[in-house]
């Protein structure tokens, strides 16, 4: 499908990327650690991805391991350094152990119709609840949408013409029964509306 896409609408106009979980699955990948995922994500082109919590199954150190091959590219803008020890109120620090960005930007097409495109990533903030505690240790999984507007700016300066919004929360989401609440990427629900104000 990906080939056929490419060869139907020219590989130039075409964006391939993942929202999480790429490293678990099957056997093959819990036995080298994710290692064939990368390899195949590298082989068929992927672009960018943002983290799943399967990502940390093999702790901090398997969650940095996919950007030693290839060139795609890790945005997850809500996860920053615990430099507080409250993730409401720590700051903006990138764990850049983990060579993760925010965001990024490509072009897509080609001249004289090009456009380009931002892509933010959003990681599920009940990663430090189903995964084992050391392995996001000192580590804050921030509100998405909070995080979405403390970037768009600065994805909008640097000349973005559209978005897209990389996540790994789901649609609907009631935290697994820990007891606490994930609003999920429901279109429009109440913890969203401060991305209401932002001009589309």
């Given at each position: 499908?990906?080939?056929?896409?490419?060869?139907?609408?020219?590989?130039?106009?075409?964006?391939?990327?993942?929202?999480?979980?790429?490293?678990?699955?099957?056997?093959?990948?819990?036995?080298?650690?994710?290692?064939?995922?990368?390899?195949?994500?590298?082989?068929?082109?992927?672009?960018?991805?943002?983290?799943?919590?399967?990502?940390?199954?093999?702790?901090?150190?398997?969650?940095?391991?996919?950007?030693?091959?290839?060139?795609?590219?890790?945005?997850?803008?809500?996860?920053?350094?615990?430099?507080?020890?409250?993730?409401?109120?720590?700051?903006?620090?990138?764990?850049?152990?983990?060579?993760?960005?925010?965001?990024?930007?490509?072009?897509?097409?080609?001249?004289?119709?090009q456009a380009v495109v931002g892509i933010i990533g959003a990681a599920s903030i009940?990663?430090?609840?189903?995964?084992?505690?050391?392995?996001?240790?000192?580590?804050?999984?921030?509100?998405?949408?909070?995080?979405?507007?403390?970037?768009?700016?600065?994805?909008?300066?640097?000349?973005?013409?559209?978005?897209?919004?990389?996540?790994?929360?789901?649609?609907?989401?009631?935290?697994?029964?820990?007891?606490?609440?994930?609003?999920?990427?429901?279109?429009?629900?109440?913890?969203?509306?401060?991305?209401?104000?932002?001009?589309?």
């Amino acid at each position: 499908m990906i080939s056929q896409t490419r060869a139907t609408l020219g590989a130039a106009n075409v964006v391939l990327l993942d929202a999480g979980d790429e490293m678990q699955g099957s056997l093959l990948s819990n036995l080298k650690k994710g290692e064939p995922t990368i390899d195949l994500f590298n082989f068929i082109g992927y672009q960018a991805a943002t983290f799943g919590n399967h990502e940390f199954d093999w702790g901090q150190a398997g969650a940095d391991q996919p950007h030693h091959a290839g060139q795609l590219s890790y945005v997850v803008a809500n996860l920053v350094v615990s430099n507080t020890g409250n993730c409401a109120s720590a700051g903006w620090t990138v764990p850049t152990a983990l060579n993760v960005k925010p965001w990024v930007t490509m072009t897509v097409g080609t001249a004289p119709n090009q456009a380009v495109v931002g892509i933010i990533g959003a990681a599920s903030i009940e990663t430090p609840y189903i995964t084992i505690a050391s392995a996001t240790q000192g580590l804050c999984f921030k509100d998405p949408a909070d995080s979405i507007v403390h970037y768009y700016d600065d994805i909008r300066a640097a000349g973005a013409d559209a978005i897209i919004v990389l996540s790994h929360n789901g649609n609907t989401d009631g935290g697994y029964g820990y007891g606490f609440t994930v609003y999920g990427d429901q279109p429009w629900p109440r913890s969203w509306s401060k991305l209401a104000r932002k001009p589309t």
